[in-house]
């Protein structure tokens, strides 16, 4: 009974985060929204994604190196994305998930995953 409150509160701060972080919804697949998201100056932009299950997360390479985006527990790997090039992570379970870049070890970010 303590640690109910706790997950009530911080559910209730993520979900209205969420809205103004997506551009729009109902163009990403399956109904979610699409997220975009760049790697820039050798760092993700965000660092910290909100998204909901369903959405999809677009990353666009806006620097003149490569990069990758991986799940630190290796679940997932955009592979080598060349400089203007994108990938998609549609979200399909809950998270957060932990990002990192196989290539510049600064370079971390997170997806939050609301549970809706
Ligand atoms: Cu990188």
């Not at 998204?51 to 390479?61: E, F, K, L, P, Q």
């Not at 997932?76 to 990192?100: C, D, N, V, Y």
């Not at 971390?108 to 809706?116: D, F, G, P, T």
Request: charged share 20%; with cysteine.
């Amino acid at each position: 009974m303590i640690q109910a409150p706790a997950a009530i509160a911080l559910s209730l701060l993520l979900l209205p985060a969420c809205a103004p972080a997506g551009e729009g919804s109902g163009n990403g697949k399956d109904g979610g929204s699409l997220i975009h998201a760049t790697m820039e100056s050798l760092a993700f932009a965000p660092a910290v994604i909100e998204a909901s299950i369903g959405d999809t997360i677009v990353w666009r390479n806006e620097d003149l190196v490569p990069h990758t985006v991986d799940a630190t527990d290796n679940s997932w790997t955009s592979g080598e994305m060349k400089p203007k090039q994108e990938f998609r992570h549609a979200i399909t379970k809950a998270g957060p998930i932990e990002l990192k870049c196989l290539y510049h070890p600064v370079m971390k970010a997170e997806i939050m995953v609301a549970s809706l």
